[in-house]
């Protein structure tokens, strides 16, 4: 695959159950990457159509190639754009309704393994961790230009480590802070000995906490998961897999809101808030199975949240 794009696609079987009622209509893949999911959706559904979008210039063209290769191409229409704005890019496409949505969110492998694009500590790299490359703001940045504050509240809400105030103290101290290899060195020191012998690696939690900051992934989160619930055609189902508990929080906020209309009334009386329901939800949250964890590790973090539009509600 062109452009390091080729991936296993995280819970695909259970993806492709979601929508197996899908048969005609607009197919909306609001976080693109390599096109994996988006393939085998199309290549299940003869009469669906795709709209992938994608921050990253090099997902899109990867996911150009795959779909080419596989013959989907002339049933595809990729566009970049950033994913808050899905609602937008649908009514830019003249669409009404979808008959489905994915989100996958976070970081697809082949950015991870693309040394220069500076998302992992295993490859020595300038930091940039930007999946939209276009945009400014870099992690070289947020660690050489952030308060020692800042940093502690970002890598503490991003990524839930106990050590953020230790983590921040040391990046700030040893400024500036040169590369993905130096950073992981800094963070790795600033972890007590006894905690680094446990678990991963000392720096993932960082990296993560900085790729969020520098993408504003939280941020943008709940307004694009609304507006993509808005575009959903009644009985078209939205899924979305979030791999850590900062994303998946917003997702379960999001689609609660969703199923119960925003209903401010007390848990077990009948709602006199006039709340209107506007999804279902279909099922609870999933993981990977053991099995596809052990064939793809970064499928171990997967959760799988399912919603469904309500029959009676409108845009």
């Known amino acids: 695959m062109s452009n390091g794009f080729s991936h296993a696609p995280v819970m695909l079987e259970e993806i492709l159950g979601v929508f197996q009622g899908m048969d005609t209509g607009v197919f909306v893949d609001a976080t693109l990457g390599g096109a994996g999911h ?6 299940a559904h003869p009469g669906v159509t795709l709209l992938g979008i994608d921050q990253d210039d090099a997902a899109l063209a990867a996911a150009a190639s795959r779909l080419d290769a596989a013959g989907l191409g002339g049933r595809a229409a990729l566009r970049r754009a950033r994913v808050e704005t899905v609602g937008q890019v649908v009514e830019g496409e003249g669409i009404g309704v979808v008959a489905g949505a994915l989100f996958d969110l ?8 693309v040394a220069e694009r500076g998302f992992s500590y295993r490859h020595d790299a300038a930091l940039d961790m930007r999946m939209d490359r276009s ?24 990524s839930d480590e ?17 590369g993905t290899a130096h950073l992981s060195e800094i963070v790795t020191a600033a972890i007590p000995a006894a905690t680094r012998r446990r ?4 720096a993932t939690r960082t990296v993560q906490a900085l790729r969020i900051e520098v993408n504003q992934e939280l941020e943008i989160l709940p307004g694009a998961l609304s507006a993509a619930i808005a ?6 189902r939205l899924a979305v897999l979030s791999y850590h508990s900062g994303e998946d929080r917003i997702v379960k906020s999001v689609m609660r809101d969703a199923e119960t209309g925003g209903c401010t009334c007390r848990p077990g009386l009948p709602c006199g808030c006039g709340a209107v329901p506007t999804v279902r939800r279909v099922r609870a949250s999933r993981e990977a199975t053991p099995a596809e964890t052990a064939a793809n590790p970064r499928a171990a973090s997967a959760r799988l949240r399912v919603v469904e539009k309500t029959e009676g509600a409108v845009r």
Request: aromatic share 4%; net charge positive; charged share 15%.
């Open 106 to 113: 976070g970081v697809s492998s082949p950015q991870f393994d």
């Open 38 to 43: 988006a393939a085998a959706v199309l290549a």
């Open 231 to 236: 575009v959903l055609a009644p009985g078209a």
């Open 162 to 178: 106990r050590f953020a105030g230790r983590i921040a103290r040391a990046i700030v101290a040893n400024r500036p802070v040169r």
């Open 135 to 158: 945009r400014t703001l870099t992690a070289a940045t947020v660690v050489n230009t952030y308060d020692t504050d800042s940093l502690a509240r970002i890598i503490g809400e991003n």
């Open 199 to 202: 678990g991963g690696h000392p």
